[in-house]
């Protein structure tokens, strides 16, 4: 069974940094492009980054470019999103989401597993 477990969420006061993993079991991703996404309430879930299977190529949204940083280590089967400067329109449950097949994608129909979410709230 495929898993994808997100943690290192919580509360962070406007301008603090938060260090999300995304762990997986089940199937090693090694080879599969990942991505993370947030959803704040009332709002549709958006795309955050994303990165490619062996972590060369990575892709931001315009809002997060400069402050967040997306990886991976795929010998421990995680991804991560190292988040700086964070502002209180960051406020979001973040969600985690690997792809079968196909490069890096915003679209969250590509993605075809996806965590449980974490919370991240960010107070001004």
């Known amino acids: 069974q495929v898993q994808l477990v997100e943690s290192g969420g919580g509360l962070v006061q406007a301008g603090g940094s938060l260090r999300l993993s995304c762990a997986a079991s089940g199937r090693t991703f090694s080879t599969n492009a990942m991505g993370w996404f947030r959803q704040a309430p009332g709002k549709e879930r958006e795309f955050v980054a994303a990165?490619?299977?062996?972590?060369?190529?990575?892709y931001y949204t315009d809002s997060v470019k400069g402050r967040f940083t997306i990886s991976r280590d795929n010998a421990k089967n995680t991804m991560y999103l190292q988040m700086n400067s964070l502002k209180p329109e960051d406020t979001a449950v973040y969600y985690c989401?690997?792809?079968?097949?196909?490069?890096?994608?915003?679209?969250?129909?590509?993605?075809?597993?996806w965590g449980q979410g974490t919370q991240v709230t960010v107070s001004s």
């Open positions: 990165i490619s299977g062996n972590g060369g190529n990575t």
């Open positions: 989401a690997a792809r079968m097949t196909g490069g890096l994608s915003s679209a969250h129909y590509n993605y075809n597993y």
